[in-house]
Nanobody, 127 residues
Framework: QVQLVESGGGLVQAGASLRLSCAASGRTFSAHTMGWFRQAPGKEREFVATISRSGSYTYYADSVKGRFTISRDNAKNTVYLQMNSLKVEDTAVYYC????????????????????WGQGTQVTVSS
């Protein structure tokens, strides 16, 4: 069992930066592929970024590529999402997720690829 708690969301202006954190409980954090998803009002939950167990591999949605960076610190049981050059369309509730599937682009970009979810943190970007 893995419990995830996100933090770092808030209200910022377009062009600003935020860093989200996701702290995981348990001793098996390093055994999980991690991902970030987001969900805007009235829309489905969408993939943002994923990182492999060791942190060696990452993959991003086209909409955030070049602006967002996912990273992890296995010693701290934490995964991060650095968000730069934020846009109004980035406004959403951001969720981190942990999965047991071996990392690959095909198996880590859908919500059903993940087994555990945090409660989400709101990110609002104003114009």
């Amino acid at each position: 069992q893995v419990q995830l708690v996100e933090s770092g969301g808030g209200l910022v202006q377009a062009g600003a930066s935020l860093r989200l954190s996701c702290a995981a409980s348990g001793r098996t954090f390093s055994a999980h592929t991690m991902g970030w998803f987001r969900q805007a009002p009235g829309k489905e939950r969408e993939f943002v970024a994923t990182i492999s167990r060791s942190g060696s591999y990452t993959y991003y949605a086209d909409s955030v590529k070049g602006r967002f960076t996912i990273s992890r610190d296995n010693a701290k049981n934490t995964v991060y999402l650095q968000m730069n050059s934020l846009k109004v369309e980035d406004t959403a509730v951001y969720y981190c997720a942990a999965g047991t599937k071996p990392w690959s682009i095909a198996s880590t970009t859908h919500p059903y690829d993940y087994d555990y979810w945090g409660q989400g943190t709101q990110v609002t970007v104003s114009s």
